[in-house]
């Protein structure tokens, strides 16, 4: 299969399944899964050409893992990443003593001044290394990567979860916990 349409194919799911189920014309429970057979008409009426052996090879081969299919593969969701209301059932879990966390320079005043906010997103997703986090500040320009003292902040009281593809999850992360790589 074309790495570029599997890549295209990737992009259009998280839009419809972080962002917006209504471009596909379908909705998310509150756990964030689509029946997948409805996603695939969905993507047909929207003029996507998307069949299940695509849909297999997106899930199977996406560079981050996106995507989850349920234990018996009639639904789907994105892993983390959303904008829409849902709860990922993700049970608060012990992080690593560190964590890492990709931006770019023009954001650092704001950062140091009230740490790090969800933006649109739910929660803030921090790295487990610093190779990773500099992936993530690269898509904006020339990274930068904080470090987060992951360890301070759990024995603090702050929940920590992690997705099954290893991003780690915090509503929020104050600027005492944080500092330059
Ligand atoms: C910054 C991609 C001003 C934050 C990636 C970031 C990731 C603040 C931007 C995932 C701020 C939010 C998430 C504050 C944070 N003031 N700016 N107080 N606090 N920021 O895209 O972490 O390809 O919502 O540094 O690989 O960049 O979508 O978050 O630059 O894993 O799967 O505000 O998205 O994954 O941007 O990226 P985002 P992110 P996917």
Redesign the pocket.
Known sequence: MDQKEIVRTSKFL?LVL?HDPARAGIGLDARGWAPVDDLLAGCRRSGRRINRDLLDEVVARDG?G?FEFSPDRTRIRAR??HSVPVDLGLEPCVPPPTLY????AR?LP??T?????????HD??L?PDAETAT???A??GRPVVLTVDAGRMRADGHEFRVTANG?WLVPAVPPAYLDPD
């Open positions: 998280s972080r981050k996106r983390q990443g966390h990709g931006t770019v954001f704001a950062i001044a009230e740490g790090l906010r969800p933006g649109k997103r803030v997703h790295s992936r993530v500040g898509r904006r991003v």
